[in-house]
């Protein structure tokens, strides 16, 4: 048997106990067991111990179940699909510099990103879903008050989240981002404007930091949207339609290839950006009123 000697000697005390019918006893040792990372069956003669998987693979979205995290204000959110090496890095980073929770959803396999759990970061492996519906699963799973999603593509160079925490706190704004802009109206909604920190219309989900409650009250991100490009902003005109406000602000974060991007197939990049973005143009074109002032 592969097991440590200190977890066969819990499963053999367990079978003890359930030999003497102390079956308190025995659940108590199988809790043990399965804290030491071992899962124990009752087998002809015994037992038989097989190693926990350190993370569950899961077949639809629907099976996902909340996360088992520490308290805390504020949860990261990742969608990873390959370039695993890259996502190590950015989640690397968030550890340096800050004490978040981190959930992780990796569409495929998940690779070393197994070597990134720890107490305050979860993992879960599918095979493929959806960006929108990806990142909805991850928001409605978690506790923290405020979550921030985050493409893996985006690092932190220093601390990003005090600041975004003093901002989201005031209650004045519903999101704060390092990336966005305003609708431009001279090419009639078709494009955006970065115009620096300030209110803006839209946020980037290069770094979207989101009152959790705010973007399940509005929906989350379109389920339709199984590419992310433009989700971001539909989801932005979603908050703004809600009555919340958005902030672009500074943050000490720098940005990599963004794989998401550039090593997407062109055609499937462009017309799944076109169906994400005739959908804000069908929703919210004309709709002025929910726009920030002019600036």
């Not at 890095?89 to 759990?117: M, P, Q, R, Y």
């Not at 090419?187 to 115009?195: A, G, L, N, Y």
């Not at 720098?254 to 804000?280: F, L, V």
Request: charged share 25%; aromatic share 8%.
């Amino acid at each position: 048997m592969s097991a440590p000697e200190s977890v066969i000697e819990l499963a053999e005390a367990r079978l003890a106990a359930r030999a003497n019918k102390d079956f308190a006893l025995a659940d108590s040792l199988r809790a043990q067991i399965f804290a030491a990372g071992y899962e124990v069956a009752d087998v002809a003669g015994g037992f038989e111990l097989t190693e926990k998987a350190r993370f569950p693979v899961i077949e639809k979205l629907r099976d996902l179940k909340p996360f088992n995290l520490p308290t805390n204000d504020l949860t990261v959110l990742l969608v990873i699909e390959g370039f695993i090496k890259d996502a190590i890095t950015c989640i690397k980073s968030i550890k340096a510099n800050s004490e978040c929770n981190i959930a992780i959803l990796s569409i495929g396999t998940a690779g070393e990103l197994v070597d990134a759990i720890d107490q305050r970061t979860a993992l879960v492996e599918i095979a493929t879903t959806g960006w929108g519906e990806a990142v909805n699963a991850l928001m409605k799973n978690v506790e923290s008050k405020y979550v921030i999603v985050m493409d893996p593509s985006t690092t932190f160079t220093g601390d990003a989240i005090t600041p975004v925490l003093a901002e989201l706190s005031k209650t004045e704004y519903v999101a704060v981002g390092w990336k966005g802009g305003l609708v431009n109206l001279a090419d009639d909604w078709r494009s955006t404007e970065d115009k620096g920190d300030g209110e803006v219309d839209v946020l980037f989900s290069y770094f979207m930091a989101i009152d959790r409650i705010a973007g399940l009250e509005v929906g989350g991100f379109n389920q339709r949207a199984i590419y992310y490009r433009n989700a971001d902003i539909e989801f932005s005109l979603k908050l703004r339609h809600g009555s919340g406000r958005l902030l672009q602000m500074q943050l000490p974060l720098e940005q990599g290839r963004h794989h998401g991007y550039h090593d997407a197939d062109p055609e499937y990049r462009e017309a799944q950006s076109k169906k994400n973005y005739d959908r804000i143009l069908e929703r919210f074109r004309g709709k002025e009123a929910i726009l920030s002032p002019r600036r």
